[in-house]
C-alpha cells in the first residue's frame, strides 16, 4: 500500500459559506432568547419603584463605569427569596407542571392512535388527514378557545346534546374548572404532538412488522415490541412540544379555569399587570424559564452519551 493511500484524508475546510450557515442560528439565539433573558434577569435583580421604568436600579450611561458598578453593587436575589417564602409561587408552579404533564399523557393517548391511523392510511389519503390536522391553525387560537366557553357552559351545546340523549339529568359543570382546561389544552396542543409522531411512524419499515407476524408474534406483541421503541423519539418529541408551552398557559386557564385553577401563567400576569412588579414578575419568569430548560438539557445531554455508546 503506497504512502499517499495509507494516509488519512485532510478534513474539508469550512469555506465562508458553512461560517455563516453556522453563525445564522447562533445570531438568532443571541438576539432573540439570550438578549431577553439578560434583560429579564437584570430586572428580576433589581427592586420596585415608583418611576418609567418602574424598578431601580437603572444604567446611566453618562456615570460610564462608575455607574455600572455601582449598578451592579445595588442588584440582589431578594425577588427570588421572596418566592420561596410566598407560596402562592411555589404552589403555582406544582399545579402548572401537574396539569401540563396530565394534559400531555392526555394529548398522547389521544394522538398517538390518531397519528397511527394517518401513518397506516391510503398514500392518497394522508395528506388530506394531515390537511385536517393542521386546519384549526387557521382560525385564530383566542377564537377557538372562546369556543369552547359556548360548547361547555350550562346551557352550552355538550349539556343539551346529553340532555337530548338521557345521559344526564341536569347540566353538568365543566366550565370554570380544571377539566375543561384540560380539554381546552388537549384540543389546543394536539396537533404539536401528532405532527412529529405522523412523521415518525409514516417512516417506519412495515416489514419488520410482517417478519415478526411470520415468526408467530401476535400484533399486539409486536406493536408494543417494534412499533412503540421505533416512535419513541416521536412521543418524545412531541410532548415536549405539549408540555413546555402547557406549563406557561395563560389564556386557556384564564377564559376556561374557574378562580380555583392556579397556574403560573396567570400569576405571572397577576404580577406583571395588575400590581405592576417587573422585578418579581421578572423572577417569576427566570425560575419558570430554568424549569423548562434545564431538564431537557440534561435530557438531550444524556441521549446524545446513549447515542454515542450505541455507534
Same mark, same amino acid.
Given at each position: 500500500?503506497?504512502?499517499?493511500?495509507?494516509?488519512?484524508?485532510?478534513?474539508?475546510?469550512?469555506?465562508?459559506?458553512?461560517? $455563516?450557515?453556522?453563525?445564522? #442560528?447562533?445570531?438568532?439565539?443571541?438576539?432573540?432568547?439570550?438578549?431577553?433573558?439578560?434583560?429579564?434577569?437584570?430586572i428580576s435583580l433589581s427592586e420596585i419603584?415608583?418611576?418609567?421604568?418602574?424598578?431601580?436600579?437603572? !444604567?446611566?450611561?453618562?456615570?460610564?463605569?462608575?455607574?455600572?458598578?455601582?449598578?451592579?453593587?445595588?442588584?440582589?436575589?431578594?425577588?427570588?427569596?421572596? $418566592?420561596?417564602?410566598?407560596?402562592?409561587?411555589?404552589?403555582?408552579?406544582?399545579?402548572?407542571?401537574?396539569?401540563?404533564?396530565?394534559?400531555?399523557?392526555?394529548?398522547?393517548?389521544?394522538?398517538?392512535?390518531?397519528?397511527?391511523?394517518?401513518?397506516?392510511? #391510503? =398514500?392518497?389519503?394522508?395528506?388530506?388527514? /394531515?390537511?385536517?390536522?393542521?386546519?384549526?391553525?387557521?382560525?385564530?387560537?383566542?377564537?377557538?378557545?372562546?369556543?369552547?366557553?359556548?360548547? &361547555?357552559?350550562?346551557?352550552?351545546?355538550l349539556n343539551q346534546f346529553l340532555l337530548? &340523549?338521557?345521559?344526564?339529568?341536569?347540566?353538568?359543570?365543566?366550565?370554570?374548572?380544571?377539566?375543561?382546561?384540560?380539554?381546552?389544552?388537549?384540543?389546543?396542543?394536539? #396537533?404539536?404532538?401528532?405532527? *412529529?409522531?405522523?412523521?415518525?411512524?409514516?417512516?417506519?419499515?412495515?416489514?419488520?412488522?410482517?417478519?415478526?407476524?411470520? &415468526?408467530?408474534?401476535? *400484533?399486539?406483541?409486536?406493536?408494543?415490541?417494534?412499533?412503540?421503541? /421505533?416512535?419513541? #423519539?416521536?412521543?418524545?418529541?412531541?410532548?415536549?412540544?405539549? !408540555?413546555?408551552?402547557?406549563?406557561?398557559?395563560?389564556?386557556?386557564?384564564?377564559?376556561?379555569?374557574?378562580?380555583?385553577?392556579?397556574?403560573?401563567? =396567570?400569576?405571572?400576569?397577576?404580577?406583571? !399587570?395588575?400590581?405592576?412588579?417587573? *422585578?418579581?414578575?421578572?423572577?417569576?419568569?427566570?425560575?419558570?424559564?430554568l424549569i423548562l430548560v434545564v431538564p431537557?438539557?440534561?435530557?438531550?445531554?444524556?441521549?446524545? =452519551?446513549?447515542?454515542?455508546?450505541? /455507534?
Amino acid at each position: 500500500m503506497s504512502d499517499t493511500a495509507a494516509a488519512p484524508q485532510a478534513k474539508p475546510r469550512r469555506g465562508a459559506g458553512g461560517w $455563516l450557515l453556522v453563525a445564522i #442560528p447562533y445570531a438568532w439565539l443571541l438576539v432573540f432568547f439570550l438578549a431577553p433573558f439578560f434583560i429579564v434577569f437584570k430586572i428580576s435583580l433589581s427592586e420596585i419603584a415608583v418611576a418609567i421604568p418602574p424598578y431601580i436600579p437603572n !444604567f446611566d450611561p453618562a456615570a460610564g463605569w462608575a455607574g455600572f458598578t455601582e449598578m451592579l453593587g445595588a442588584f440582589s436575589f431578594d425577588n427570588y427569596i421572596w $418566592l420561596t417564602e410566598d407560596d402562592l409561587y411555589w404552589k403555582s408552579y406544582l399545579s402548572s407542571v401537574s396539569i401540563a404533564a396530565i394534559s400531555t399523557l392526555i394529548t398522547l393517548i389521544v394522538g398517538f392512535p390518531l397519528a397511527y391511523g394517518m401513518a397506516r392510511a #391510503p =398514500k392518497e389519503w394522508r395528506a388530506t388527514l /394531515l390537511m385536517l390536522v393542521i386546519l384549526p391553525f387557521w382560525t385564530s387560537f383566542l377564537i377557538r378557545v372562546y369556543a369552547w366557553i359556548g360548547i &361547555l357552559k350550562n346551557e352550552g351545546l355538550l349539556n343539551q346534546f346529553l340532555l337530548f &340523549l338521557g345521559v344526564i339529568d341536569q347540566p353538568l359543570t365543566i366550565l370554570n374548572t380544571n377539566i375543561a382546561v384540560y380539554i381546552g389544552i388537549v384540543y389546543s396542543y394536539l #396537533p404539536f404532538l401528532v405532527l *412529529p409522531l405522523y412523521a415518525n411512524l409514516e417512516k417506519l419499515d412495515t416489514s419488520l412488522l410482517e417478519a415478526a407476524a411470520d &415468526l408467530g408474534c401476535p *400484533p399486539w406483541r409486536s406493536f408494543w415490541s417494534i412499533t412503540v421503541p /421505533l416512535a419513541l #423519539p416521536g412521543v418524545l418529541a412531541g410532548c415536549f412540544l405539549v !408540555f413546555i408551552p402547557a406549563v406557561g398557559e395563560f389564556v386557556i386557564p384564564d377564559l376556561l379555569g374557574g378562580s380555583e385553577t392556579l397556574m403560573i401563567g =396567570k400569576t405571572l400576569w397577576t404580577e406583571f !399587570f395588575n400590581n405592576r412588579d417587573w *422585578p418579581v414578575s421578572s423572577a417569576v419568569a427566570v425560575i419558570l424559564l430554568l424549569i423548562l430548560v434545564v431538564p431537557i438539557v440534561l435530557f438531550q445531554n444524556q441521549q446524545q =452519551k446513549a447515542a454515542e455508546r450505541g /455507534l
